[in-house]
């Protein structure tokens, strides 16, 4: 749909263009991707302990260290036979390698799961419709926080590593290959990324059956469903086997008290729906009618990528019906371990892929800023409603508009697209994010943060359009300016001048010290007391384990994940407060 000659059309070539200088194409393309990745690290910041990082840090130095954490009720349940089994031997295996650290050895990952899951939005949107629409998927997988509920989102918003980042940086993948037609593939991915979060893994492979059921039925083929669905088998059995055999998975506890103590107690925040605000979840249904409105819109997606992208938003909310019903009114276990919160991401990142093409396609007709605005309204401190109303006027556009719109609707568009910047721009995140993106990062005062992220993070795009340029001298040229440029920038990034660090980045922390008294109380005990010592300390200090490497009576954070240890962590509980365990005692 790009006029011919345009500039547009020269800069952004269809994926296939073939490049004479490959070596060199690759070669620039890693050095501006690799330097992208360090910016993004540096701009968000990283923060070595924060949430649930408390938890599992005792378990890896436990692994390291067999002598730490033998009485620990928590700790023991999660080392004997659990889903993290993996992710916890993998960060104590780096550490035991000497490579780094324990501290080390999380950021490592953290780095590594941020450049997958970058990369993947990369092929994702180039896969759906072009580089450019890459380019602007990469920078809203990393930019958008808002239109999940259960306090969960693709990458936490509070940078620190979690099991969950490491999967979805496989799991962006599985996507990827399903939206290629290469299901085996993707649904393996699927299920490698459930070895280390496994509902991360499961999800989105569960998401997606539906969609891959319907071809199969098209097809006249049964092996087009359960092909994909071997590999993933496995790697969904190589973490409940375990548990299994161990017998971790055995019910020994009614349902609704298991239900009471896990989701109403522990996980209000991602089990619960009666927890969750109702702005909320009218953001939430908001945001997923604009979604479908930009899949149905966007003209590069073909049929099975449009089938896929329905099913993952569709099912998405079959799984929170079904997620309302199983915890708030009819309690089950089973459905409470699942946490079907953890869906809303999926559907997010679909609407973020569909947005993303529907968004290249207008710049494509010349509606750049039609696509500015579409692209703006999925951050803060837009609201849903500015997205559903933007994804109908450009899926409209693109779907009945001429291939050559007239002047004055190209200026009407940039006209709408400048409004929309400047109040981006101007406006303030907090007053209009009631949702878990309160605490969303590219926005508001730190407005400078968006237009960055999206430069950074579009730089490998422009080295590999750059050599879709005619003259040789220009192609070899305009990438390497590129690549230093990206490259001096995250440099500048990483260590800034006191004036710009505040306004361009978040602090990087990727060591843990004693802060405040009472943690250097705990640091104490490493020296005063035995390693198989167990101590009584409030519930509310989640960090005592990380500081004192000594065992906890009980800590509120710290659950264990069998369920008549759970059990016993309530009692737990209301010995050490003195009242009963209930919703009085939870956050």
Known sequence: GAPQGSLWQRLAPAPGRPCPERAAATLLF???????????????GYTFVYGNVAVSVPQ?????????????????????????????????????????????????????????????????????????????LAFLGVAATKATIGSVDILHQHRHFEPAMLAMGFSVWGIYFVLG?????????????????????????????PALGVLALKERNAWTLLRPMLPFAAGLGAVYLPMALAGATSTKVPDDVFVFLY?????????????????????????????????????????????????????????????????????????AKLQLARCTPFAKLAVLVALSALAADCF??????????????????????????????????????????????????????????????????????KTWALFHRVSGPR???????????????????????????LRVGLASLVALAVCVSAYQVARP????????????HTQWQPRSAVERVAFSLRQTTPPDAVVLVPPAFESFQIHSHRAAVVTFKCIPLGEAELVEWGKRMARVLGVPTGVQTSW
């Open 30 to 44: 890693t050095v501006a991707y690799l330097a992208a990745v360090a910016a993004v690290v540096w701009i968000q």
């Open 60 to 136: 890896v130095l436990a692994l390291t260290d067999p002598t730490l954490f033998r009485n620990d009720l928590c700790h023991q349940s999660v080392l004997a036979a659990s889903p993290r089994i993996y992710i916890n031997g993998l960060v104590a295996l780096t550490a035991k390698l000497g490579v780094t650290d324990v501290p080390g050895a999380y950021f490592l990952w953290f780095v590594v799961s941020v450049a997958s899951y970058v990369a993947g939005c990369l092929a994702i949107g180039t896969r759906v419709s072009s580089r450019a629409a890459g380019a602007l």
């Open 181 to 209: 037609k290469r299901f085996t593939t993707g649904f393996a991915m699927f299920g490698v990324a459930a070895l280390f979060q496994f509902l991360v893994g499961f999800i989105p492979g569960a998401l997606i059956a």
């Open 263 to 335: 989701a109403h107690v522990r996980n209000p925040h991602h089990v619960s729906p009666a927890a969750w605000p109702p702005v909320a979840w009218q953001e939430l249904v908001l945001f997923s009618l604009g979604g479908v409105a930009c899949v149905l819109g966007a003209r590069t997606l073909s049929r099975l990528q449009r089938g896929v992208l329905i099913s993952i938003i569709g099912c998405t909310w079959l799984g929170l019906l079904a997620n309302w019903y199983f915890v708030d009114i009819a309690p089950n276990a089973f459905v």
């Open 364 to 433: 494509e007709r010349g509606l750049g800023g039609l696509g500015l605005l579409l692209v703006l309204t999925a951050l803060n401190p837009f609201r849903s409603w500015h997205l559903l109303a933007a994804s109908l006027i450009a899926s409209l556009a693109a779907r009945f508009g001429p291939a050559r719109l007239p002047a004055a609707v190209r200026a009407v568009s940039w006209a709408a697209g400048a409004a929309a910047l400047i109040f981006y721009l101007g406006g303030d995140a907090g007053g209009f994010a």
């Open 447 to 473: 407005f400078a943060e968006g237009p960055l992220l999206f430069a950074m993070l579009a730089a490998p795009v422009a080295v590999t359009a750059a050599f879709a340029l005619r003259r040789r001298w």
């Open 497 to 508: 001048r006191p004036k710009l660090a505040r306004a361009l980045t978040h602090p990087v």
